[in-house]
């Protein structure tokens, strides 16, 4: 079936340097979410992103987070500065549409740890 | 705010005997539900969702009804196989929202 991939699958940083979390989604599909869980809790929604622009975003998405999908190229999560608390799996996921009609298909995960 | 609970955190089962899962939600409106399936180091895949007719979705021997008097999504299965080992997520979302809610995740693990 459709799969979206997630690069890399595991990412060690310095607190306060800069991430970039890169998402292949599905070809056709025009929505993409990004989705934070942190160990032993459940997956939060952070943003979600069509036609460029961002249409929902959670209080987990802080001002440090941006997010682009330039020229159908990877979607993308950019963190700068990270902090500890940014430790965590990051899912992408796409749609063809939204609401829930749609199906959201997700990456196996980026883990992020901030030392 | 909406939320999912799942009250099982790790369900074990010994292989042929009934599985289900419990799901319960909260929300504002009217929302729709789906059980995800995540295998390890895999990506959560869609098992199943509601439909707005109350119609009974089934996929790989597992269903699940929608109770709306109970605010319920049950996750169930007659016959538990040892592929069914995973992690299962039920999730809610609205019909205008592209956010997805998700529950904990219940842990299933047959034995044989």
């Known amino acids: 079936g459709p799969k979206v991939l997630q690069i890399p699958s595991h990412q060690i940083i310095d607190m306060g340097q800069m991430v970039t979390l890169n998402c292949d989604p599905v070809?056709?599909?025009?929505?993409f979410y990004w989705y934070k869980q942190i160990l032993g809790q459940q997956m939060e929604f952070l943003v979600n992103?069509?036609?460029?622009?961002?249409?929902?975003k959670s209080k987990l998405f802080k001002d440090q987070f941006s997010v682009e999908r330039p020229d159908g190229s990877y979607f993308t999560l950019k963190i700068q500065p990270t902090a500890l608390e940014d430790s965590a799996v990051y899912f992408c996921?796409?749609?063809?549409?939204?609401?829930?009609?749609?199906?959201?298909?997700f990456g196996p995960g980026t883990r992020l740890t901030v030392l | 705010g909406d939320s999912v609970t799942q009250t099982e955190g790790l369900v074990t089962l010994t292989e042929g005997l009934p599985v289900m899962l419990n799901c319960t939600y909260q929300?504002?409106?009217?929302?729709?539900l789906f059980w995800y399936v995540q295998h390890l180091n895999e990506a959560p895949k869609l098992l199943l969702k509601?439909?707005?007719?109350?119609k009974r979705p089934e996929h790989q021997g597992f269903h699940a009804t929608l109770h709306k008097s109970s605010s319920s999504f049950h996750l169930q299965k007659s016959s538990a196989q040892l592929s069914d080992s995973a992690l299962y997520y039920c999730?809610?979302?609205?019909?205008?929202?592209?956010?997805?809610?998700f529950g904990h995740g219940t842990i299933l693990r047959v034995h044989p």
């Open positions: 996921a796409s749609s063809p549409g939204t609401g829930g009609f749609a199906e959201q298909f």
């Open positions: 070809s056709n599909h025009l929505y």
């Open positions: 999730a809610s979302t609205g019909a205008n929202t592209g956010k997805l809610t």
């Open positions: 509601s439909f707005t007719d109350n």
């Open positions: 992103f069509y036609n460029g622009k961002v249409m929902e």
């Open positions: 929300s504002t409106y009217s929302p729709f």
